[in-house]
């Protein structure tokens, strides 16, 4: 339903949900893998923590962590993005605990401080299937610029649920 608006200057017609949408905001945790800029909505997100070591067979880019009696599945994404671990790095290295939409607990690891962004929703895109199918970037669902000091980051934004697919939604194979 369009809505008439008036000011001293001009009368507008304008549609409610194109408005409420410019001023919808959406948080994001960015943080870097390799040369990537990477987010998780921040609803995903349960804890940064100090890195916890992963165990595993080293032969994919899915661990193990054990925190607070738990095991929790640990990414990668480093190498599963470019097919080898990131080099152990000097001084401390995070864990984002995330969780996916039949809430299962999952860890990344990261090696910087990641950052929070508040995003308006119109800056927002969903990137096409053909990207995702035919890129390493298959498990982002969206992309989004933001200005972080002098720079402007390119910042994919991670679907949780191809991370670590809820029970019956398909292979968990990388």
């Known amino acids: 339903m369009m809505t008439t608006k008036t000011t001293s200057y001009y009368t507008a017609t304008v549609d409610p949900d194109l408005e409420s949408q410019a001023t ?5 945790l960015v943080f870097q893998t390799g040369t990537l800029h990477l987010a998780l909505p921040v609803e995903s997100v349960k804890k940064i923590t100090h890195y916890t070591p992963m165990e595993g067979s080293g032969t994919t880019a899915v661990g193990l962590i054990h925190m607070d009696e738990m ?16 080099s152990p790095m000097q001084g401390r290295q995070f864990l984002i605990l995330a969780k996916n939409t039949t809430d299962e607990l999952f860890g990344i690891l990261v090696s910087q401080t990641p950052s929070m962004f508040d995003v308006p929703l119109s800056q927002i895109r969903t990137l096409p299937d053909s990207y995702r199918r035919g890129d390493t970037l298959e498990i982002a669902s969206h992309v989004t610029r933001v200005q972080e000091n ?6 994919f934004i991670l679907d949780v649920d191809r991370l670590v697919p809820p029970m019956g939604m398909g292979d968990f194979g990388f």
């Not at 919808?24 to 994001?28: D, H, N, S």
């Not at 095991?71 to 671990?85: G, N, P, Y």
């Open 24 to 28: 919808r905001r959406r948080k994001l």
């Open 71 to 86: 095991e929790i599945t640990a990414i990668d994404l480093h190498k599963r993005l470019f097919k080898v671990s990131q």
């Open 150 to 155: 002098d720079q402007l980051l390119t910042v």
